[in-house]
C-alpha cells in the first residue's frame, strides 16, 4: 500500500516562496496519485482567504492553484479552527471547502499519515 | 530503518550542521539513507561556492564529503535550486548563466524524487529552521 | 500512532512553541533541538509548560544545544540526547514532525 503524507502549510502567501513550495510538494504528489493531506495552520489559514490580489506585489495567483487541488484528486484539505479564531476567521471567509478541526481533531490527524512535512 | 532525510535550511543555519550530524548518526546505528532530499533554503547547503572562514565549520563542503564519501543519493530540488541560484553545468548552459555551482555529490532533480524516496522509507526526517 | 514533534525556533520570538503544544496527543513527544531548548529555561512561562504536560508526553532535548546554551535546573522531566539517541528517538516514533 502506498505511504500517506501530510503537509502542514503554515506561511502567509505573501511571506516568500514557502506556501507555492508547500503547494509544490503536493502537486507533485498527486501526480503520481499518492494518499496525500493538506493543513492549513497558524498563517497559512491566509492562503485561503477570499479576494486577494497577487498581481499587487507582481506575484502568482496561488488561489487558483489551490482552487485546482481537487482536479488533481487532492481533496483532503484541512484547516485548524484555532488558527481561523485567532485571525477572526470563519468558513464563509475561505476560497475552497476544507474539513474544519479542532486541536484534538488536529492531533488525530497527524497521526493518521505515514510522514508529515511542516513548512 | 531506512531513512529519507530532507533539509530545508541553508548551510549557516544550524539545522544543517543538525542534519548532518544525524545523518553520519544513521549511518553509524546500521539504518539506510534511502535518499537525501535538499529543498527550498536547503539547496544552498549543495553550492560548492560556500566560503567559510578558516576556524569556522564549512558544512556545505561536509556535505558533499559525507554524500561522495558514502555514496549516497543526494538530490537537490531543481525548481528551488534554479530560484535561488545552485545550477549543475546543464542547467547553467540551458539559462546562459556564467557558471554551474553544485558541489560533488549531488543531482538535480525533480520534487518527485521526495514522494519517490519517502514510498521507500520507513521515517522521512525533515530538518531546517535555527 | 505516536508522533515525535521536533521543535528548534526560540519560544520567545517565534510562534511555533505554542502551536505544537495544543497538537500533542498523548503518546506523542517533543524534541527540542536548537534554539528551542530556551523553552527549558528554569523560572519562565515556556518551561511551566512543559512541565504542565500530560505525564504520558514525553520530552527529550539535544544534549548538544542545552550545553551550548548553558541551561541548568532543567524540568526533570526532560531527558537529554546525543545523535545515536536522536536516531534511535525517531525509529521508536512513527512519524516525525519538524516545524521547520
Known amino acids: ?119 | 530503518m531506512k531513512f529519507v532525510i530532507a533539509l530545508f535550511a541553508p548551510p549557516h543555519s544550524p539545522a544543517a550542521r543538525r542534519a548532518l550530524r544525524f545523518a553520519e548518526a544513521v549511518l553509524a546505528g546500521g539504518h539506510e539513507i534511502v535518499r537525501l532530499f535538499f529543498y527550498q533554503d536547503g539547496v544552498h547547503s549543495a553550492s560548492a561556492n560556500v566560503v567559510a572562514a578558516q576556524d569556522e565549520l564549512d558544512v556545505a563542503a561536509e556535505w558533499s564529503r559525507f554524500v561522495s564519501a558514502n555514496q549516497l543519493d543526494g538530490v537537490v530540488c531543481i525548481a528551488a535550486g534554479l530560484r535561488r541560484g545552485v545550477l549543475d553545468a546543464g542547467e547553467a548552459q540551458r539559462y546562459q548563466r556564467p557558471a554551474a555551482n553544485l558541489a560533488a555529490g549531488w543531482e538535480l532533480s525533480g520534487l518527485g524524487q521526495l514522494h519517490e524516496a519517502a514510498q521507500q522509507a520507513d521515517r522521512l526526517v525533515c530538518f531546517g529552521g535555527q | 500512532m505516536a508522533t515525535l514533534h521536533l521543535l528548534s525556533h526560540s519560544p520567545f520570538s517565534d510562534g511555533r512553541f505554542n502551536s505544537c503544544l495544543p497538537l500533542l496527543g498523548d503518546t506523542d513527544a517533543l524534541l527540542l533541538a536548537g534554539d528551542a531548548t530556551y523553552a527549558l529555561t528554569a523560572g519562565t512561562k515556556p518551561a511551566t509548560e512543559l512541565e504542565q504536560l500530560p505525564e504520558q508526553v514525553a520530552l527529550f532535548a539535544l544534549e548538544e544545544d542545552v550545553q551550548a546554551r548553558a541551561l541548568g535546573m532543567l524540568p526533570t522531566r526532560v531527558q537529554l540526547l546525543d545523535y545515536a539517541g536522536f536516531v534511535e528517538l525517531t525509529c521508536r516514533y512513527e512519524r516525525i514532525n519538524s516545524w521547520l
Open chain 1, 1 to 119: 500500500m502506498a505511504r500517506s503524507m501530510l503537509i502542514i502549510s503554515r506561511q502567509a502567501p505573501w511571506a516568500g516562496p514557502s506556501a507555492r513550495e508547500a503547494l509544490d510538494i503536493v502537486l507533485a504528489g498527486g501526480a503520481f496519485e499518492l494518499p496525500l493531506g493538506l493543513l492549513f495552520l497558524d498563517d497559512g489559514v491566509f492562503q485561503l482567504t477570499k479576494a486577494q490580489q497577487a498581481a499587487s506585489l507582481e506575484q502568482k495567483d496561488l488561489t487558483a492553484n489551490l482552487q485546482a487541488l481537487p482536479l488533481f484528486g487532492i481533496d483532503s484539505l484541512f484547516v485548524a479552527r484555532s488558527s481561523l479564531t485567532e485571525r477572526n476567521l470563519d468558513e464563509s471567509s475561505l476560497a475552497l471547502p476544507v474539513e474544519i478541526l479542532d486541536d484534538a481533531g488536529l492531533s488525530t490527524l497527524i497521526n493518521r499519515y505515514d510522514h508529515v512535512i511542516t513548512i
